[in-house]
Each structure stands twice: as C-alpha cells, then as structure tokens.
C-alpha cells in the first residue's frame, strides 16, 4: 500500500515537471519573437535618420573624388575650363580601356601636371604611362613620377607620342633583358642621367650601361655614382689626351661622347696591347678617373670584348623593343587578373558616370539647402529654447531605435538559457518516466514475493 502512494506521488511529480519544461518551453519562444521584432523597429527607427544621407553620399562619392582631382590637374597646370573638360573626358576613356580605375588615372595626370606638363603633353604621354605601370609592375603614381623625370632628363618632346613610346619601350627592354628593374634604372639617373645628356649619351646607350652594369652586380645608386664618375672625367681635357695617346678617340663630329662604355673598353684594350698587366691597367685607370666609382668603370670596360659588347640580348632588346611595353602590358591584362581589374575599373567609371549626371541637380540643391541652413542658424539663434527641444526629440527618437536594437540582441542571450533549462526539465521528465515505471514493475514483484 505504500509503495503504491510513493509511486503515485512520483507520477504527479513528474506531470508537474513536464509542465514546468513546456512553459519555459513557450516563454523561451515568445521572448525570441519580442527580441527579433524589437531589433526590426530599432534597425528601421535607425536607417529613417541615417539611410538617406549615406544613399546620397554613395551616389555621388566617386564622381565627386574624381572631380576633385581634375580640379587638382587644372590648378597645377593653369589650364582653361575647355582644357579641364577635355582631360576629364580623356581620364575617363582611359577608366573605360584599361584596367586602371579613372580615379587612378586622374591622379597620374596630377601628378605629370606637377612635374611641369601642360594639358597636351599629359595627354600625349599617358599611354606611356599606362604601359610602363602594368609593364614594369608599378602604380600609375611611380610610372608618373618615372616618366616625368626621365622625360625632363633626356629632354625628350613630351608632345611625341612615339618619342615618349620609343623611351618607355626602351626602360622597359632594360629591365626584362637584364638584371635591373625599371626602379633600378630610375635611381641610376638620378645620379648620373643629367650629365649622360649633357654629354650626348643617347638613352638606349645609357640604358644599355645600366643593364651591363646591373648584370656585374652594380645596380641602383651605386651604377649611378660610377657612371657619373666615367662620364665627368672623359669630360677633361686631361683624359681625352691620355685616351689620344693610344689611339682612343671617343668624341664625335658634335662634340658628343656617344659611346663610353666602349671608349673606356677600347682605352683598356690598348693598354693591354701595350703590355701592361691588369694590376697596372687598374693603377692606370685609378690615375685617370679617381677611387670613387672605380669597380663600376671597370665593369663597365669588361661589358665589350674584342670591341663588341658582350650582352648580345640585352643590345638587341633594345635595338628592337618597338612596341614592346604595351604588348607587355595587354599580355598581363589578358587573362582572369586583367578582366577582374577592368571590371573593377568599369564599374567606378559607372559610378563616375552615374554622379555625375545627378551633379548638376545635387549642386543646385546643396545651394538651396545651404540658404536654408544659412536662415537655420539665424533663426535658431532666434529661437533657442524651441531648438533645443526639437533636437531632444530627434536625438530620443534615434536613441530609442538604437535602445531597441541594443536590447533586442541583449535578450537572445536570455532565451538561450530559458531554452536550456527548459531542456534541462524536458531531459528530467524523459529519464523519470523510463524510471518509474521499472521501479513499479520491481516493487509488485517484491510484494507478490
């Protein structure tokens, strides 16, 4: 009799822990339905204040960045309204082909403006600049600095579209033939490309120096410092007499030295015909041209052998390079790379494009809306206390959608738990019912017993 109270007592303890576990159960339900619609009003409360002012922005970002930086180019190359529509328009037929973006674009041309380009010569120079950039693997800003300076160092017409071609073919020749990069070459001139002009080095030789030079471990600055070294001294009257003295006669019928790499190999081979040794040719070349850059004068002798110059590819590299940077660089554009980077670029110049038809009446009305902003402020000085209560309400209202959205992802940590002790209760109303009902079997058997 008393196990059968015990067992009817546990049953009824069961019931209720099963309907504990379903309440939870359903509070855990409807608290996740509040939560997820509190979370929607605040995010709607929210975008009603800020949506509106990011669309606009959105629209009107690129054109505007673009703008802006033509605005730059006109400024620093004193060109008309007609010239500055002009070069907006040849920025963005460049963002339309290639696989630089139009605001990129834009910004090499301010840069070419700097260097001292009018409108014509960036227009007639940055195809060049294009296919050095993707060629050599620069930004349009470095090959816009690389063209700029070493157009004005060879004095090169920048009016000359295949003359800037021709220059841009031949940097890019260097690098692929040799072992120095277009970076390379750039610091090379910085030390040494004015005075190779003055002397009337011609750019393909001179690039032709740096790559020998490059290919014997002398690269950047340091074959700069050498071949300034080499082309001062031959420069002197001192050195033109030694050189004369066997038989060396590097100046041409215009007073240029077209060739110093042979000069200086035809100088060292006339020394070894006289009988010198190599320690005393050393002696003699350090007589003539110093300490200072001697291992790259010597180098740049050793390049020509028996009066031909040694890097065979390297010479006829140059010599046939026309053409050679832009099929470089559609070559590099030509597979999945480039037709991500030309669909990147399409779809600014779309957005470009989208500003800037929205321009004309966006202008208009951030006029408008400044002469309203402008009565605003008198007006609200006018009348304070009312301002300050419209912002309170403003500033409420955006606070409560942000409240909401807050509280509404702060309360799904809570039915998590709900849920899990609802589980808690589920599990101990499942392990009782399989439970008792053994013990009662066992208990009857005991009693029968």
């Not at 037929?93 to 700097?114: C, D, N, P, W, Y």
């Not at 001292?116 to 600049?129: K, L, R």
């Not at 300076?149 to 692929?176: C, G, H, P």
């Not at 070894?272 to 110093?290: N, P, V, Y």
Request: proline share 1%; aromatic share 8%; net charge positive.
């Amino acid at each position: 009799m008393a196990s059968s109270i015990t067992l009817t007592r546990a049953f009824v303890v069961i019931d209720a822990l099963d309907r504990t576990g379903k309440i939870f159960q359903a509070v855990t339900a409807r608290t996740n339905l509040f939560a997820g619609r509190m979370l929607s009003i605040g995010a709607r409360m929210t975008s009603l204040m800020t949506a509106p002012a990011y669309a606009i922005k959105r629209l009107t970002d690129d054109f505007v960045r673009f703008e802006d930086k033509m605005l730059e180019v006109k400024a620093v190359t004193g060109s008309t309204m007609a010239e500055f529509k002009r070069m907006s328009k040849v920025a963005r037929e460049f963002g339309k082909s290639v696989t630089f973006s139009t605001q990129e674009v834009a910004e090499a041309m301010a840069e070419l403006g700097r260097a001292g380009f009018n409108t014509s010569q960036i227009e007639h120079s940055m195809q060049g600049v294009l296919d050095l950039a993707r060629s050599a693997q620069l930004t349009l800003k470095e090959a816009s600095e690389f063209m700029g300076s070493t157009l004005q160092t060879f004095r090169i017409d920048r009016e000359d579209s295949a003359q800037v071609s021709r220059m841009v073919d031949v940097m890019t020749a260097t690098a692929n033939r040799s072992a120095v990069t277009v970076r390379d070459m750039v610091e090379t001139m910085k030390m040494s490309g004015t005075i190779a002009n003055a002397v009337g080095v011609s750019f393909e030789k001179y690039s032709q120096m740096i790559g020998a030079l490059g290919n014997m471990g002398q690269r950047g600055s340091i074959a700069g410092t050498s071949i300034r070294r080499l082309l001062t001294q031959l420069a002197t009257q001192r050195v033109e007499k030694e050189f004369a003295k066997y038989g060396v006669h590097y100046y041409d019928q215009y007073g240029h030295i077209p060739d110093p790499g042979k000069a200086i190999a035809e100088y060292t081979q006339a020394l070894q015909k006289a009988g010198l040794g190599a320690s005393e040719i050393t002696g003699k070349l350090r007589s003539q041209f110093g300490l200072f850059g001697l291992a790259g004068i010597v180098a740049i002798s050793k390049s020509y052998e028996n009066g031909e110059f040694r890097f065979k590819e390297l010479e006829a590299g140059i010599k046939n390079c026309a053409g050679l940077a832009h099929q470089m660089a559609r070559e590099m554009d030509s597979r999945l790379g480039g037709a991500m980077r030309l669909m990147i670029a399409s779809i600014q110049e779309c957005s470009i494009a989208i500003g800037g038809v929205l321009a004309p009446a966006f202008t208009q009305t951030t006029g408008q809306v400044k002469n309203l902003f402008v009565w605003l402020s008198k007006w609200s000085s006018e009348n304070a206390d009312l301002v300050r209560g419209v912002v309170g309400l403003g500033t409420i209202f955006l606070a409560a959608g942000v409240s909401l959205t807050v509280l509404g992802t702060a309360l799904y940590p809570i039915t998590g738990l709900l849920g899990t002790v609802g589980g808690a209760f589920t599990g101990l109303v499942t392990t009782l019912s399989t439970v008792v009902p053994l013990l009662q079997i066992y208990l009857g058997q005991a009693a029968t017993a």
